[in-house]
């Protein structure tokens, strides 16, 4: 009795396994494509500030701006001016300098006395800022008033180094970043949230988005959202959580959600780049793909000598052979996902860039039912 006991609450604890399995599976799986609120829209009078600035950037080594950017010896010598040294911007002569535009973006609700990242860029015609250290800037907004200040060692993703005729350059030397190069000392002013009323706005505007978000928000907190169109998401905040709007965002942000957006195939035709979405279809079509090939060859022969000509002349002759291979037309499925559409692309045994102008063709054809986007 003890044995078939001991067998029966064995048998049930693996079925209760079995069974807590499937229920997470299922809960994985159908939150696969779930979204949170705060990762696929923002709140409205909460964004973040563009910050921009003319700095200098000294310490080069001779790779600075030349003798024919005035705006630089200028900036040097109102620099000095207002250090107590006076001297005239015709007789300096600088290479260890470089005019730079630093740009900065400030998010919400940063507070007086934290660092930022920014960025450089060179303004006239230096060769490379390596080693530069960039002078306190101040950066100032699109309103006029100075949020934050930079200033420290230029951080490069690249080199450049020249030596009489003979240069070398790796990445580009003519851009870089300071790493908490900025101390912000005035706050954005954002929005005031303690309205009643929040609105979320979604950052790739969808109807079918916009009301799923508004339902998984109902969810948290019942009848509190609306969708008032295709990017707007109202919400109005019950009056039990109006003392503590902080505890409110945090769980409606939290809400999660499946976004749908439109089919969709990228092509980059520099790179040849292409990327399709999940719901990309493609009617059956048939596709007949070919190029010309054409070879240019070199062949050099030896003339015999001549009374005139003691000497063996070498005569180069051209051939040009153009091939036009046979072009196969294949008929591809239709699909319904973007793994049987690169099933249905790589059958075809062509490049990238023949890829792309498939797609074209399938487009105007009228057999892709998605959004083409060329880059």
């Not at 000497?311 to 046979?326: L, S």
Request: with cysteine; charged share 15%.
């Amino acid at each position: 009795m003890r044995i078939d006991e001991q067998e029966k609450r064995y048998r049930i604890g693996w079925f209760e396994i079995a069974m807590l399995v499937c229920v997470l599976m299922a809960i994985l799986v159908s939150g696969a494509n779930a979204a949170r609120v705060k990762d696929m829209a923002t709140l409205e009078g909460v964004s973040e500030q563009q910050l921009v600035g003319y700095g200098l950037v000294v310490g080069l080594a001779g790779t600075g701006d030349g003798s024919n950017t005035q705006f630089t010896i200028q900036s040097v010598a109102n620099m000095l001016q207002k250090m107590g040294i006076v001297v005239n911007p015709h007789d300096v002569r600088l290479r260890n300098v470089a005019a730079v535009m630093v740009t900065a973006n400030l998010p919400a609700f940063v507070k007086p006395g934290k660092k930022i990242d920014v960025s450089i860029s060179s303004l006239g015609d230096a060769r490379s800022l390596e080693g530069g250290t960039l002078l306190m800037t101040p950066l100032q907004a699109s309103d006029g008033e100075y949020y934050a200040q930079a200033q420290g060692a230029v951080n490069l993703g690249g080199i450049s180094a020249r030596s009489g005729k003979n240069s070398f350059k790796k990445g580009h030397a003519l851009s870089g970043t300071l790493p908490n190069g900025a101390v912000v000392y005035k706050e954005i002013e954002s929005a005031n949230l303690k309205t009643g009323e929040l609105r979320w706005v979604l950052s790739d505007p969808d109807f079918t988005s916009a009301v799923a978000m508004a339902n998984a928000i109902n969810q948290v907190f019942p009848n509190s959202a609306i969708a008032e169109d295709a990017s707007t998401i109202l919400v109005n905040v019950p009056q039990s959580m109006r003392s503590d709007y902080m505890s409110f965002i945090a769980r409606a942000e939290s809400a999660e959600f499946n976004p749908n957006t439109n089919a969709r195939v990228v092509l980059n035709e520099k790179t040849g780049t292409v990327v399709s979405g999940a719901n990309v279809q493609i009617s059956e079509i048939a596709v007949s793909h070919g190029s010309i090939t054409v070879q240019v060859a070199n062949t050099q022969t030896a003339a015999a000598a001549t009374p005139l000509f003691a000497q063996t002349a070498i005569m180069n002759n051209q051939q040009i052979n153009v091939q036009e291979p046979r072009t196969e037309t294949r008929v591809m499925p239709a699909v319904n996902n973007a793994g049987q559409l690169a099933q249905a692309l790589n059958s075809l045994g062509v490049s990238p860039r023949d890829i792309i102008s498939i797609f074209q063709a399938i487009k105007k054809a009228g057999a892709l039912h998605a959004e083409l986007v060329v880059m």
